[in-house]
T-cell receptor, first 115, second 117 residues
Framework: AQSVSQHNHHVILSEAASLELGCNYS??????LFWYVQYPGQHLQLLLK??????LVKGIKGFEAEFIKSKFSFNLRKPSVQWSDTAEYFC?????????????FGTGTKLQVIP | DAGVIQSPRHEVTEMGQEVTLRCKPI?????LFWYRQTMMRGLELLIY????????DSGMPEDRFSAKMPNASFSTLKIQPSEPRDSAVYFC???????????????FGPGTRLTVL
């Protein structure tokens, strides 16, 4: 069965520190990859997505992610975090399953940025 | 577009009562998802519709849960009878799927916070 792993459950950083959140998936076929962010008390919103082409994807608010096919990874990065980046981050993978989409979310990583 | 609309935003009910959550997806989207989010279990996919047809309901916890999508602009998630362990935030999301091609991102509604006493 397909799975998505986010190994960091809770990350605490100081403002201006660099961020990298890991995401690994298990599926050998073609995938679409997403990172979503959920700010406290809000719903999930799209940060960035990868369908094809340049494996380095830039999203909103200075976030980027790199798709490394050989490692089945899609790690999220930001060079310098801000207090307002405090949120929960979800990696999601969508794949074709019998002609329909099969979407799997990771368990999420809670990021706390300390001023 | 107003985005995905969910109602009610908050629901407090007593154990044993029937609860109905409602969702209006974004116009033109052909896929609709119901999720449940709790501190203990995180984000769980309950059921997924494509063109109003349930495709994957393997995440529905038990027979007390049922979901319908009578048309492209409306879906319900019903819990009968409700139990305290059903307390969670229930999100509805919609997206547009290009058949066997790319699957676009999901747009989430604001969620319904359900408390079962």
């Amino acid at each position: 069965a397909q799975s998505v792993s986010q190994h960091n459950h809770h990350v605490i950083l100081s403002e201006a520190a660099s961020l990298e959140l890991g995401c690994n998936y298990s599926y050998g076929g073609t995938v679409n990859l997403f990172w979503y962010v959920q700010y406290p008390g809000q719903h999930l919103q799209l940060l960035l997505k990868y369908f094809s082409g340049d494996p380095l994807v830039k999203g909103i608010k200075g976030f980027e992610a790199e798709f490394i096919k050989s490692k089945f990874s899609f790690n999220l990065r930001k060079p310098s975090v801000q207090w307002s980046d405090t949120a929960e981050y979800f990696c999601a993978v969508t794949m074709n399953s019998g002609g329909y989409q099969k979407v799997t979310f990771g368990t999420g990583t809670k990021l706390q940025v300390i001023p | 577009d107003a985005g995905v609309i969910q109602s009610p935003r908050h629901e407090v009910t007593e154990m044993g009562q029937e609860v109905t959550l409602r969702c209006k997806p974004i116009s033109g989207h052909n896929s609709l998802f119901w999720y449940r989010q709790t501190m203990m279990r995180g984000l769980e996919l309950l059921i997924y519709f494509n063109n109003n047809v349930p495709i994957d309901d393997s995440g529905m916890p038990e027979d007390r849960f049922s979901a319908k999508m009578p048309n492209a602009s409306f879906s319900t998630l019903k819990i009968q009878p409700s139990e305290p362990r059903d307390s969670a935030v229930y999100f509805c999301a919609s997206s547009f799927s290009h058949g066997t091609g790319s699957y676009n991102e999901q747009f989430f509604g604001p969620g319904t916070r359900l408390t079962v006493l």
